[in-house]
């Protein structure tokens, strides 16, 4: 029973900021929010994630909202090879997957 | 980063035989290992978790007679398909995470294994 819920599917065009939303409201005090994306047909792959304060690294920004309700994902400079389904996962002792949000980076 | 590794990639096996599948966590003790499957535009979805030397947690609805999960050593974790019918076919994935507190960090996933009964 996955606690998030993410918009199906959203366009982004290259080169461009893409801003991926999750809402989490059920999170509880100890879960931590995980963003993974898949790319057809291969395993996910690990982007960033976060407890209460906003994290960066070198793919993405997570920005988490102080009630930590909800989340955004930042890909800066999105390039084509950033078109896959993201994943935002709330969690503990294990991730389990919502249906995600199919990014579509438009040359 | 660090690598978990499936085998195999691709497998077709006869209705009612058991197909093994392996994941290897290659360069860290992978003190968890998730076990999930994938069928066509769906989500992935958990199947069970397992801890070194423990009995496999299995999630409702999950049969764990059908799905034996081996989690021997902190490199090694197996899931057999036992007597395999078509509707198993499916994209099988492992997970690996180091730690007690592996929360913190980052879970690392396998390739996947296409698994196929005929």
């Known amino acids: 029973d996955a606690k998030t819920t993410q918009p199906t599917s959203m366009d982004c065009a290259e080169g461009r900021a893409a801003n991926l939303p999750c809402n989490h409201s059920?999170?509880?005090?100890?879960?931590?929010v995980y963003w993974y994306r898949q790319i057809h047909s291969q395993g996910p792959q690990y982007i960033i994630h976060?407890?209460?304060n906003n994290e960066t690294n070198e793919m993405a920004s997570l920005i988490i909202t102080e009630d930590r309700k909800s989340s955004t994902l930042i890909l800066p400079h999105a390039t084509l090879r950033d078109t896959a389904v993201y994943y935002c996962?709330?969690?503990?002792?294990?991730?389990?997957f919502g249906t995600g949000t199919r990014l579509t980076i438009i040359p | 980063g660090a690598v978990v590794s499936q085998h195999p990639s691709w497998v077709i096996c006869k209705s009612g035989t058991s197909v093994k599948i392996e994941c290897r966590s290659l360069?860290?003790?992978?003190?968890?290992m998730f076990w999930y499957r994938q069928f066509p535009k769906q989500s992935l979805m958990l199947m069970a978790t397992?801890?070194?030397?423990?009995?496999?947690?299995?999630e409702q609805g999950v049969e764990k007679d059908k799905f034996l999960i081996n989690h021997a050593s902190l490199t090694l974790s197996t899931l057999t398909v036992t007597s395999a019918h078509p509707e198993d076919s499916s994209f099988y994935i492992c997970?690996?995470?180091?730690?007690?507190?592996?929360?913190?960090?980052?879970?690392?996933f396998g390739q996947g294994t296409r698994l196929t009964v005929v």
């Open positions: 059920t999170i509880s005090g100890n879960e931590y």
């Open positions: 397992s801890n070194e030397g423990s009995k496999a947690t299995y």
């Open positions: 996962i709330v969690g503990y002792e294990k991730l389990t």
């Open positions: 360069d860290f003790q992978a003190t968890t």
């Open positions: 997970s690996a995470a180091q730690g007690a507190n592996w929360m913190n960090t980052e879970a690392f």
């Open positions: 976060g407890l209460k």
